[in-house]
């Protein structure tokens, strides 16, 4: 993983050293940070990925857009308050203070990063038109290698995100019985389609390389 990332500008915060790599790893370090703080507080943790006090994402990802927006969307689907550092939204970069204060670019619409900005968009919007994503419960359904599935839930409405973080093509069973009815239609986000329970599994989900797929049950 240190060849990914701006391990000098890393040097600067108390991010360094990374932990492990996986799906696994970063299970255990949510759940573990989710465990320190009681339900009421996780509910409401200010979660960020930029600020001024360190390098930006971009740059400490040494530019990798996919890193952002798998991050984001795990932000704007996990528990707690999301924040935004201006600007991340458009895919500013800088190194550490001041370099990551740079002023917004108001006047270069040109410069925007347009892609990164319609993720945000759609995460968020999702975000905000989903209660589950701001009220419900958390809970991991996998975490292996480089795939990761976890559900929302809030009054028998559920939200699924499945991320494959890695650099190939992968497809990822899984077992739903305990947290998902037999028979339950969720339908993808952004996309057409829809997966359904059966047998208490959702099974053949096809995930490309850095890519994430979000399912949600209908709302009226």
Known sequence: ??????????????????????????????????????PEIVAVMFNLLGSHDMARFLTLARGDRSALLLAT???????????????????????????????????????????????????????RDRP???????QFVAARANLLAYLRKLDGHAVLVVQNVGREHARLDLDVKKDLAEGLVLEECWRPGTVTVVGGRI??????????????????
């Open 73 to 127: 969307l795990f932000q704007a689907t996990y528990s707690g308050a999301p924040s935004i550092y201006y600007g991340d939204e458009i895919g500013m970069v800088g190194g550490h203070d001041p370099d990551n204060r740079r002023g917004f670019p108001w006047a270069e619409p040109a410069a925007w990063d347009q892609e990164i900005l319609d993720a945000f968009r759609r995460y968020f919007n999702l975000r």
């Open 1 to 38: 993983i240190a060849d990914q990332l701006a391990v000098e500008e890393l040097k600067r915060t108390s991010l360094h050293p990374v932990g492990p790599a996986g799906a696994e790893a970063f299970q255990a370090a949510i759940e573990r940070l989710m465990g320190l703080y009681p």
């Open 203 to 220: 099974t053949a989900l096809e995930l490309e390389p850095r890519s994430s797929r979000v399912f949600a049950t209908k709302r009226a």
């Open 132 to 138: 589950e994503l701001r009220r419900g419960s958390f």
